[in-house]
C-alpha cells in the first residue's frame, strides 16, 4: 500500500493511509495478543515444560509436541518454544 503513496492525490492519500493504519494496528494487536503466552526471551525455552501452565496443568508446548502441529525436522518442546519466540521477535521487528 505504501508503494502507492506517489500516485495518490488528496483523499485518495488519505485513505491509503487509513488502510495503513488499521493494518499496523492489527499487527501490534497479534503481537501484543501473542506476548501474552510466549516468553519474552529464550530463558524460559530452557524449561519449556513448567512454564505459564494452564488452569488445567496443560502446557501449550507440550500440547504442540505431542500432536505434531510443527512438522520439525526436529522435534520437541524446547524447539517448538525457541522457534516461536524467534517468530515473536521477527514480528515485534517488521513492525
Do not use: K
Not at 72 to 88: A, F, K, Y
Amino acid at each position: 500500500m505504501f508503494g502507492a503513496s506517489p500516485f495518490c492525490r488528496g483523499s485518495l492519500l488519505g485513505l491509503v493511509g487509513v488502510i495503513n493504519l488499521a493494518l499496523a494496528a492489527i499487527l501490534i494487536c497479534g503481537v501484543a495478543m501473542t506476548g501474552q503466552f510466549l516468553p519474552h526471551g529464550y530463558g524460559p525455552c530452557g524449561d519449556p515444560r513448567n512454564w505459564n501452565n494452564g488452569s488445567d496443568g496443560r502446557n501449550f508446548f507440550v500440547e504442540a509436541d505431542i500432536n505434531g502441529s510443527f512438522g520439525d525436522e526436529r522435534p520437541g518442546v524446547d524447539n517448538i518454544c525457541r522457534r516461536m519466540v524467534t517468530n515473536w521477535v521477527m514480528g515485534i521487528v517488521v513492525l
